[in-house]
């Protein structure tokens, strides 16, 4: 399985992120396979963001759970992470994932995305 991000790489802060992923290589609605955001602010360690199930059911970091939704297209073979309201501790390199047993199988490349005014 291959992921990759695609987005903006710079916001303005109260704007709201979206950041695609597109899978290559398995289906996102593979029966019990999990897709996940991800993300590393400069300087510190990763924070997961939420996660999409194969059954479309997604849970979230209770942190950030009031900015996020993360959404799929099946025809697409595609997740996307929409994150409101983006302030300058938004930034960060950002990841998708496919989860595996409680860990990540496999990683996206990353996309670096700057808050600022």
């Known amino acids: 399985v291959q992921l990759q991000e695609s987005g903006p790489g710079l916001l303005k802060p109260s704007q709201t992120l979206s950041l695609t992923c597109t899978v290559s290589?398995?289906?996102?609605?593979?029966?019990?396979?999990?897709w996940s955001w991800i993300r590393q602010p400069p300087g510190k360690g990763l924070e997961w963001i939420g996660t999409?199930?194969?059954?479309?059911?997604?849970y979230y970091s209770p942190s950030l759970e009031s900015r996020t939704i993360i959404s799929r297209d099946t025809s697409k073979n595609q997740f996307t992470l929409h994150l409101s309201s983006v302030t300058p501790e938004d930034t960060a390199v950002y990841y998708c994932?496919?989860?595996?047993?409680?860990?990540?199988?496999?990683w996206g490349r990353g996309t670096q995305v700057t808050v600022s005014s």
């Open positions: 994932a496919k989860n595996l047993a409680g860990g990540v199988e496999s």
């Open positions: 290589g398995g289906a996102i609605t593979i029966s019990a396979s999990a």
């Open positions: 999409i199930r194969s059954s479309g059911s997604t």
